[in-house]
């Protein structure tokens, strides 16, 4: 018999190494793409496809199998390999994807489906969770025939398993994950010879398995000691001490305020969370044919203990919840030694660009555009190239889309930067790379990656780089945005005629602050200049020459004074 294989975390990649070892033949396994995971936050394959990898199966990674939906390549491309592999049966465990009617319909023998719970008690996405934190004295697995609905297709197999007083979601899981292993390959066995039988599924008693949330999602175990009455008597295991004052999935009053879908067994109505909101408990989501998730990998705890992995804040465990703050007004960063050394790094620097914002300032006001106008382009856009270019094409009302084109392509360097980046940031949350990729420049980036050839491996490390980051970038964005708004509110000031002699000027200016990076090229600047302005009566500009002339002259002197050290008397 030929069996698709369609699953995602530890619990699928125990059935499936089952179905192997049974002696099936399965020629494709679906999973869920590659996730970033562990330190570094680089993309890993999940347990189901590292063992495809490791026997040589073929393996499919749709973001989704409809093909209407927002990967209709994707989706197409797995329903060619899916109809290539002509199987008997796709047998689905904690998938994580909605199974369209095409996929349900493929197979002669249907999809079959391993939940861990025993129908309908658990349906949804966390089962084994679920179960613990309502205190039911028994689980179990149940090998269903999938349908449309979310999991309330006619049972096949059902085996139950007490669980203990001392079981946790990982001590369940693997028993469960053991136990499904076990039936799928009792079922494929009857299903080759024809003597599986198809059950209905109850009406009474249905429950949703909220998936867990945050918090949620640390380790459930019992709690409940020999003289305290049955029920859901849970305590959250955390995986880090509980913060004074924080609120979460706490257990209170011998009692987890988890989302629990239905109250525990002998636990009055009252206990459901649902009803103490004043709510009823939310509705069964229909055509979702995606199976349970339960422990999709595990990680160690500080205790020794193990969690499931891959459920909010618990599978990122060095980042925790964090407000909502700019990269450089966050404490971590802004006290960090690495904050300043940014800074100093990209203080030189901060003169020319404060010339150049200067200039963009003056050129945007210049241009016709209003203050407000002005000033919604300065912060905003924040890209003194994008916004020079652009300009000209707002002036002559060109179409928005040669606008939107233009800066596009004169900003596309920012998208190879990102992608240089994006290792040494995949740690942070989605809105502070974000925050990251709109405050850095050319310069920050070039100094960030002149001093760091590679993402940090520990969190100290990390912490390092991005405090770095913080203060060059905030330096870079202070200096320009400043002096950009400067130049806005100075336009209007600056006599018309002056026009683009005066933007030359700045443009000088611009270039010259940005090389006057020892004491010695600051000081021939300065005599150049007071040169130029004493020989400013002289014809044909010759006042240029003598600055020239002055400058050149005053290093050549300097260097006459420390010929032994010409190196160091450049430094002062």
């Known amino acids: 018999m030929k069996v698709i294989f369609a699953g995602t975390p530890e619990f699928a990649r125990v059935a499936l190494e089952a179905l192997h070892a049974a002696g099936f033949d399965i020629p494709l396994v679906l999973t869920q793409p590659d996730r970033p995971a562990g330190r570094g936050m680089k993309l890993q394959p999940s347990p189901v496809k590292q063992w495809a990898l490791e026997h040589g199966v073929a393996v499919a990674q749709p973001h989704s199998l409809r093909l209407d939906g927002r990967y209709p390549e994707e989706a197409a491309a797995a329903r060619q390999a899916i109809e290539a592999a002509q199987a008997d049966v796709m047998v689905v465990a904690a998938y994580g994807?909605?199974?369209?009617?095409?996929?349900?319909?493929?197979?002669?023998?249907?999809?079959?489906?391993?939940?861990?719970?025993?129908?309908?008690?658990?349906?949804?996405?966390?089962?084994?969770?679920?179960?613990?934190?309502?205190?039911?004295?028994?689980?179990?697995?149940?090998?269903?025939?999938?349908?449309?609905?979310?999991?309330?297709?006619?049972?096949?197999?059902?085996?139950?398993?007490?669980?203990?007083?001392?079981?946790?979601?990982?001590?369940?899981?693997?028993?469960?994950?053991?136990?499904?292993?076990?039936?799928?390959?009792?079922?494929?066995?009857?299903?080759?010879?024809?003597?599986?039988?198809?059950?209905?599924?109850?009406?009474?008693?249905?429950?949703?398995?909220?998936?867990?949330e945050g918090r949620g999602a640390d380790r459930l175990a019992r709690g409940c000691g020999a003289d305290r009455p049955p029920g859901p008597c849970l305590q959250p295991l955390p995986w880090r001490p509980e913060r004074p004052g924080r609120r979460g999935d706490q257990a209170v009053g011998g009692r987890s305020r988890g989302r629990a879908g239905c109250p525990g067994p002998g636990s009055p109505a009252g206990a459901d969370p649902e009803r103490r909101r004043g709510r009823r408990p939310g509705p069964l989501r229909p055509g979702r044919a995606a199976p349970d998730h339960p422990a999709a990998g595990r990680r160690q705890t500080a205790a020794g203990g193990r969690i499931p992995a891959g459920h909010g804040a618990a599978s990122r465990p060095d980042l925790g919840r964090r407000r909502l703050r700019p990269m450089f007004l966050r404490q971590d960063h802004h006290r960090h030694r690495?904050?300043?050394?940014?800074?100093?790094?990209?203080?030189?620097?901060?003169?020319?660009?404060?010339?150049?914002?200067?200039?963009?300032?003056?050129?945007?006001?210049?241009?016709?555009?209003?203050?407000?106008?002005?000033?919604?382009?300065?912060?905003?856009?924040?890209?003194?190239?994008?916004?020079?270019?652009?300009?000209?094409?707002?002036?002559?009302?060109?179409?928005?889309?040669?606008?939107?084109?233009?800066?596009?392509?004169?900003?596309?360097?920012?998208?190879?930067?990102?992608?240089?980046?994006?290792?040494?940031?995949?740690?942070?949350?989605?809105?502070?790379?974000?925050?990251?990729?709109?405050?850095?420049?050319?310069?920050?980036?070039?100094?960030?990656?002149?001093?760091?050839?590679?993402?940090?491996?520990?969190?100290?490390?990390?912490?390092?780089?991005?405090?770095?980051?913080?203060?060059?970038?905030?330096?870079?964005?202070?200096?320009?945005?400043?002096?950009?708004?400067?130049?806005?509110?100075?336009?209007?000031?600056?006599?018309?005629?002056?026009?683009?002699?005066?933007?030359?000027?700045?443009?000088l200016i611009g270039i010259l602050c940005s090389l006057a990076s020892t004491r010695l090229r600051m000081l021939s600047a300065g005599v150049a200049g007071v040169a130029a302005v004493a020989a400013y009566a002289l014809p044909l500009k010759l006042n240029i020459v003598v600055a020239i002339a002055a400058a050149v002259l005053l290093c050549l002197w300097m260097e006459r004074l420390s010929p032994a050290r010409p190196a160091a008397a450049d430094g002062r």
Request: hydrophobic fraction near 50%; glycine fraction near 10%; charged fraction near 15%.
């Open 97 to 212: 994807l909605i199974l369209p009617q095409w996929v349900l319909d493929t197979p002669p023998l249907g999809c079959l489906n391993i939940h861990a719970s025993i129908l309908p008690r658990w349906r949804g996405a966390a089962p084994i969770h679920r179960a613990i934190e309502a205190g039911d004295p028994e689980t179990g697995v149940t090998i269903m025939q999938m349908d449309a609905g979310l999991d309330t297709g006619d049972m096949l197999l059902l085996e139950k398993l007490a669980i203990g007083g001392d079981d946790s979601t990982a001590s369940l899981h693997d028993r469960l994950a053991s136990l499904g292993g076990r039936l799928i390959v009792e079922a494929l066995e009857l299903a080759a010879c024809g003597g599986l039988s198809r059950v209905p599924q109850p009406v009474e008693g249905v429950c949703y398995a909220h998936k867990i």
């Open 338 to 507: 690495a904050f300043a050394q940014g800074v100093r790094e990209m203080w030189p620097q901060a003169p020319g660009i404060a010339a150049w914002g200067l200039m963009t300032g003056v050129a945007m006001v210049k241009a016709g555009m209003s203050v407000f106008e002005a000033v919604l382009m300065t912060v905003l856009v924040y890209a003194g190239s994008s916004q020079l270019a652009a300009i000209p094409l707002i002036v002559a009302a060109a179409p928005a889309w040669v606008i939107l084109a233009t800066g596009f392509c004169v900003n596309l360097r920012f998208v190879v930067f990102s992608l240089h980046m994006r290792p040494y940031l995949m740690h942070l949350p989605r809105w502070e790379r974000m925050v990251h990729g709109y405050l850095s420049a050319d310069l920050s980036y070039v100094m960030f990656t002149r001093r760091y050839h590679s993402p940090g491996q520990d969190v100290a490390t990390r912490l390092e780089q991005t405090a770095y980051l913080a203060g060059n970038c905030a330096l870079n964005w202070a200096s320009w945005v400043g002096a950009s708004l400067v130049g806005v509110a100075l336009a209007n000031f600056i006599p018309t005629q002056w026009g683009l002699g005066f933007a030359g000027i700045l443009c």
